[in-house]
């Protein structure tokens, strides 16, 4: 079993940042893949980032490419979202994940993929 915890959202004006945090707790941390999604009323969940379990890879959407930077420190147990640049789109709830069958380099992009998920945490970003 994994707990996560997200915390760190919260309400922000549109070009700001934010920084996301995951706490995990439970299986040994270090031996499997994070992921950061989010959803939107009315949208489907949407994968945002992932990293593999030794910080050594990391994977972003389009959408956010360029702006936001996952990372993680095992030695916290914790996986991390840095948000740049933030725009009303991307107002939604963020939730960690973590796929704990990833193996090696592997990183999921599929909701399918991850096998503990987070309560979410709301990021609105005002226009």
């Known amino acids: 079993q994994v707990q996560l915890v997200e915390s760190g959202g919260g309400l922000v004006q549109a070009g700001g940042s934010l920084r996301l945090s995951c706490a995990a707790s439970?299986?040994?941390?270090?031996?499997?893949?994070m992921g950061w999604f989010r959803q939107a009323p009315g949208k489907e969940r949407e994968f945002g980032a992932a990293?593999?379990?030794?910080?050594?890879?990391?994977y972003y959407a389009d959408s956010v490419k360029g702006r936001f930077t996952i990372s993680r420190d095992n030695a916290k147990n914790t996986v991390y979202l840095q948000m740049n640049s933030l725009k009303a789109e991307d107002t939604a709830v963020y939730y960690c994940?973590?796929?704990?069958?990833?193996?090696?380099?592997?990183?999921?992009?599929?909701?399918?993929?991850?096998?503990?998920w987070g309560q979410g945490t709301q990021v609105t970003v005002s226009s």
């Open positions: 990293i593999t379990w030794n910080g050594g890879n990391t």
């Open positions: 994940a973590a796929d704990v069958y990833a193996t090696d380099q592997a990183m999921g992009v599929r909701v399918d993929e991850y096998d503990y």
């Open positions: 439970g299986r040994t941390f270090s031996r499997y893949a």
